[in-house]
């Protein structure tokens, strides 16, 4: 047998033991996140492990990124904790099918391609935060049933074996990279634990979990409007999250696996997970950047590892239950650590100096938001307005006109900078329509009308010019923008000269 074969991706070259075997460690790490998520939601253990078997199958697949772990999710689990309470787990079903077509849309409709508008700022913030989520998730595992801190021999097991864990995890690659680090240390806390008989905490300690195949399973909600306005809010929140999240995640791996996923694509997959999870009694999801970094850190890089993971979890479920319920916690401890210190964009923090104060303020802004809040798509949309807002002060900023008479006594002004709805203000200020000569001229060659309050803008200044019985003329300016000012104002006369080709507010993203 060849060493590299293809499965799915003809222009992808896969390393069978290297996809098998990190696919392995995902589904290790998959158990204890999934029954974890499930029980924040306030459903069972197995609600979130079925979703994470069909979200990780499925995307695996279909997807628009190989290598990309998806399954049950915090951020999902945080938006429909309140809907578990007032309605019921049926109605969370309901709100996961409703998502997944909401997700589909925006695959079809090509929506992918608006995460070309998130600035990297906030990338940064959104990894940041999530990688202290993701650590201080861990802390819970330092704590007992009641809540307190462990304290004596439990306390330096624990610490010990996360240390140990994090050593290996750390150190093996330096040593060989024929072994995936994070399954290596799993087996070796695993094998030290079960020979010496050591007393620590397990999986089996959070929850069983025992179960069958994910049964096939309509909700039990009623077909009405009264329904639909129940949970559309819940589904429109949980498929902005999930593709938000999914999205990100894939342009993360992009830059680790310097490759290019398909946006669009993924968003299908994501919806079509969605709709089987919420049939097949699955709490529904999103693509996990913790496990996406287990799986591409360990080598992989094909649909062959989320594959693999997804068909090992759902075999742990039916038929290893009994022995992954057996696995150290503190393994996984430690391997989500290492996963955080891993996800953290410590170069974030190097470029303090050197980037604009606006950036880093957008950066710690959405850090804290996903931190505090637990709010993904609140925090990317947070830091989307901040920069879009500090992105129109600059350029509103920019705006120049240089002026100057020619022989003739007709006066120029030439226009730097776009004009738009930032840039009014300043626009209007430039032009001094009292002291002006009879003929004026306002050149657009190196400016660019962007908007309806541009537009606007020349309407007034045209009307201003005309008041006072002096004439007007707009050069440079589109035939887009010459329709629409006569359409704002028939009795303004216009003369455009010398029209450029561009539209008003209408290109493509």
Known sequence: MKKYFNLFDLSQK??????????????MALVPEAVAFALIAGLSPLTGLYAAFVMGLITSIFGGRPGMISGATGAVAVVIVSLVVSHGVEYVFATVILAGIIQLAAGFLRLG????????????GFVNGLAIIIFMSQLDQFKDASGHWL?????????????????????LPKITKAIPAALTAILVVFGIVAIFGIDT??????????????PFHLPSVPFSLET?????????????????????????????????GRGNKEAVAQGTANILSGLFSGMG?????????????SGARARLSGIVAAV????????????????????????????????????????????????????????????FLHNLALAVLVGVIIAALVFAWDNAKRIRARKSIDANGVKHYEIYGPLFFGSVSAFNEKFDVSNDPD?????????????????????????????????????????????????????????????????????TI
């Open 285 to 297: 999801g999103c693509a996990m950047i913790g496990q996406s970094l287990i799986n591409v850190s």
């Open 201 to 214: 905490k397990t999986v089996g300690d959070i929850a069983s979990i025992q179960g069958g195949f994910p």
């Open 113 to 124: 391609k608006f995460m070309r508008l998130v600035p990297h700022p906030v990338i940064f």
């Open 312 to 371: 090992m979890l759902l075999v742990f479920i039916m038929f290893g239950a009994g022995l992954v319920e057996k696995l150290p916690m503190a393994a996984l401890t430690g391997l989500m650590i290492m996963v955080s210190i891993g996800t953290f964009e410590w170069a974030s923090l190097r470029t303090f100096n050197k980037m604009p104060k606006s950036d880093i303020f957008v950066m710690v802004m959405v850090t804290l938001v996903t931190v």
């Open 228 to 260: 639909l306005a129940i949970i559309f809010p819940y589904a429109a929140i949980v498929a902005g999250v999930g593709l938000i999240e999914s999205l990100l995640t894939l342009n993360i791996v992009d830059e680790i696996t310097e490759t290019r």
């Open 14 to 27: 896969v390393n069978y033991k290297t996809e098998v075997l990190s696919g392995l460690t995902v589904a």
């Open 151 to 171: 304290t004596g021999p439990s306390l330096y097991i624990l610490l010990g074996f996360v240390l140990l864990t994090m050593l290996i995890i750390w150190g």
């Open 439 to 507: 003929e004026v001229i306002i050149d657009f060659a190196e400016s660019r009308v962007v908007d309806m309050s541009a537009i606007e803008a020349l309407n007034k200044i045209t009307e201003r010019y005309q008041k006072v019985g002096k004439k007007l003329h707009l050069k440079h300016l589109s035939p887009d923008c010459k329709q629409l000012l006569q359409n704002a104002d028939q009795l303004i006369d216009v003369n455009v000269m010398e029209d450029p080709t561009y539209k008003v507010a209408v290109d």
